[in-house]
């Protein structure tokens, strides 16, 4: 009985430190679950601050397409303004150089008339030469005749 007793005690020992080991195990275990616990924490954190970003970023990406969107918008009616501008412009350039085309056939025209009008003013000038001569010698023959009286009276 005492070697049964004694067995027993040593098996009773033997299960203590096993028990022990056990704690320890059991205690090691609870550091861990704490220290992972701590990081699943950090990581919960992490990812909400992470989740949180991404929603910023999603807002500034949604603003830059906005943004991208009515810069597109701006730039068709650009585009259309321009184009309508380039037609408007054709146009009126094609009034001016119709303008010109009319205006250089009118200053033909003008010249052709005033070369007219020089070789008119030439033949008056001549008719006019030889009325004013055939005038004057009316007048010199009316004159011849009352000259000598007109002389005699003022001058004796």
Not at 58 to 84: D, G, H, M, P, V
């Amino acid at each position: 009985m005492a070697f049964r007793e004694d067995m027993l005690l040593k098996e009773i020992r033997e299960m203590r430190e096993e028990i022990n080991k056990v704690w320890e195990a059991i205690n090691e275990l609870a550091k861990r679950v704490d220290e992972l616990t701590k990081i699943v924490y950090d990581l919960t954190k992490k990812v909400s601050e992470l989740t949180e970003a991404q929603k910023r970023t999603e807002q500034e990406i949604e603003k830059i397409w906005s943004a991208i969107k009515e810069i597109t918008e701006a730039q068709k009616r650009t585009e259309e303004r321009l184009e309508s501008f380039e037609k408007t412009a054709e146009e009126n350039f094609n009034k001016v150089w119709n303008a010109i085309r009319e205006l250089t056939e009118a200053q033909k025209r003008t010249e052709q008339r005033i070369n007219e009008l020089v070789e008119e003013h030439r033949k008056t000038r001549e008719k006019l030469e030889g009325l004013s001569d055939s005038f004057g010698y009316s007048l010199e023959d009316k004159a011849m005749k009352s000259l000598p009286k007109i002389l005699k009276e003022n001058y004796n």
